[in-house]
Structures are given as C-alpha cells and as structure tokens.
C-alpha cells in the first residue's frame, strides 16, 4: 500500500482536480490550465495516491468519474469557493442596509454631549444598525473588551491610554468650576486659596487605579483639593450644585450645557489646568474592519462639532 503521510492537498492539486472531474480529459484539462500533457499527468497520480481512488476511469466515450470521483467534484468545488472568498478583498460597508450591532464603552460625562449626536447621526445614516452603549467604570477592563470584540471602541480622556492600542483625537476642552450662583465664594471670587479649601463633588474614577487630569494637575503643583462626595452619574451634579455649597471642576462644555436651565454659575479656574482630551481607542484587531472604520469616522465627525479638532483632522487619524 502506498503511503498518504508526505502528500498534502494544496490550492494547485485541488484546481486540478476540480477541472478535471468537470472536463473528464487530461488534455483538456492541461489546455484550460496551461499546463502541459505530462504534468497534469503526473498530477494525476499524485491525486490518486492521495484519495486512494482511481478518481477517473475509461469509458466507452472517454474518461468517467469513479463513485469516490463524483463525490469528490462536489467537495473540490466547495473547497475552491471557500479559497476563493478567503483571497477576496473585504467587502465595502454598506451603511444604509447594515443591521449590525455596535459596541461603545463612554464615561457618563459624555452621555450629555458626544452620544446623543452620535445616535442621532448613526439613524440617519445606518438606520438598520444597532448601538449599545456601556458605562466605564473601575470594575471594566476596557483594553480586554477591546482585544475580544465585547466593545468596538472606548471613548475616554485619561493621561495615560494603553499604548498597544489605536487612539485618535476628538477634541479638546477648557476646565472650568461650576457652583451655585449664590454661593459665597461666587460673589468674593474664586481664589486658589478658597478652591483648595471649599468642599468638593467629584466623579467615582471610572478607570481603577487612575487620579483624574484635575488631580495630577494639582498634585504636579504640590496641591490638593478637599473632595467630600463623588457621585457615578454626571447627570446629577446639577442638582447636587443647586442643594449644597460644594464645588465642582469639569469641562466647559458641560458646564455650559448644564447653567442654562439651573441655578449654577460657570467660574475660571485660580490655577493653570491643561486642557481634557478626548479621544477613542480601538484593538489592532478592527483596525481596518470597514463596518468598525466607518463607525470611527461618523464618530470623529461628530465630534469635530463639539470641540476645535477639525472633523478632517480627526478622520485622518483613524
């Protein structure tokens, strides 16, 4: 019996023996793949060493497929179509018929700001698609939810981003107090001296392990604020402000957002505070998954609104 352990079944022998179970010729075979008489001979052999089946037998008209042959036209076929879709570039995302289902991990702060445009955009424009949006919080580790595929990106500004990730821009915001408009401070002015000492609200850290960009600021300046309460929601800071004395430091964008409809006023900060910087991460894994680079550029445009990034700079980064 001869032995099967030193031949493997590769792209070549299956096209071959594809063609020739269709063509039930060897010549032909050679001719439709431009190969000589003697090879496709040879290859012949080769195949039928390596099923143990004749695979081709003569008729009376010509050449016939052997039982184990027209089994093996069926599986040959399949095989090719399977290589074929393997080899075939990614096909483009078509938005507007999508049904996919997106995964985004935010900190609360950008509930207010970020999300709703995005949703609102992300129904004009994929009105098939789902989004599920998870709140970040210490618990959660993002960078593994990325490396699964459980999220698609991460939104966030915290100073030191996982570098093995992917991250581009969103924009950039100026830090700002918010307080009641009657506070005392409000009315004196808000000094280094009384920041430092007013009682403050803060958000729970979302990322374990991390000080928020307020606190390292101050720290890198030998000084620390008084934080008295946190809070996990930023949807509450409002009506905290509006019931207590304390002080609360956040982005001027939600700042503004929020003193509209209550009675908080919006103060400059008494200290050199960089700017927050948001921006998304994603895993090396959906780098060029179309559907995942499309959600990433509706993204960034969207928030090229909110911020100064402009919307073509920030696409550039994806």
């Known amino acids: 019996m001869t032995s099967r352990t030193n031949h493997h079944l590769d792209t070549y022998l299956l096209r071959v023996l594809h063609t020739l179970l269709v063509e039930k010729s060897v010549s032909r ?33 010509g050449m016939v497929p052997t039982e184990r042959g027209q089994e093996l036209l069926a599986l040959a076929k399949q095989g090719l179509e399977v290589i074929e879709k393997i080899a075939a570039p990614v096909a483009a995302f ?50 593994s939810a990325l490396e699964t595929g459980r999220f698609d990106m991460v939104i966030g500004n915290w100073p030191d981003p996982p570098e093995h990730l992917h991250l581009a821009q969103l ?33 729970t850290p979302y990322i374990e ?13 030998g000084l620390k604020r008084n934080v008295q309460v946190t809070i996990p929601y930023f949807a509450l800071v409002p009506h905290v402000l509006s019931k207590s004395d304390l002080i609360f430091t ?30 998304m991460l994603w895993h090396a894994r959906s780098h060029v998954a179309p559907d995942v680079v499309w959600l990433r ?8 609104g909110l911020g100064k990034t402009p919307a073509k700079q920030a696409v550039q980064q994806m």
């Open 29 to 61: 075979t050679a001719i439709k793949l431009g190969q000589s008489q003697p090879t496709i001979s040879n290859t012949l052999k080769r195949l039928r060493e390596l099923t143990g089946d004749a695979i081709l037998v003569r008729g009376k008209t």
């Open 94 to 143: 078509e938005a507007d018929s999508t049904s996919r289902v997106f995964h985004i991990g935010t900190p609360d702060y950008l509930n207010m700001l970020l999300i709703p445009s995005i949703i609102e955009q992300l129904r004009k424009r994929a009105p098939g698609a789902s989004l599920m949006v998870h709140a970040l919080d210490a618990n959660l580790d993002y960078a």
């Open 171 to 203: 924009f950039d915001d100026d830090v700002v107090c918010m307080m009641h408009r009657d506070h005392p401070v409000a009315k004196k002015g808000l000094t280094l001296k009384y920041y430092l000492e007013m009682p403050h609200l803060a958000p």
């Open 209 to 221: 392990g991390h000080r928020s960009g307020i606190d390292a600021a101050l720290a890198e300046q």
């Open 250 to 279: 956040t982005g001027r964008q939600f700042a503004e957002h929020i003193i509209e409809d209550w009675p908080i006023g919006m103060f400059t900060l008494p200290f050199d505070m960089p700017k927050m910087r948001f921006y």
């Open 297 to 304: 550029r509706l993204i960034a445009e969207v928030a090229a």
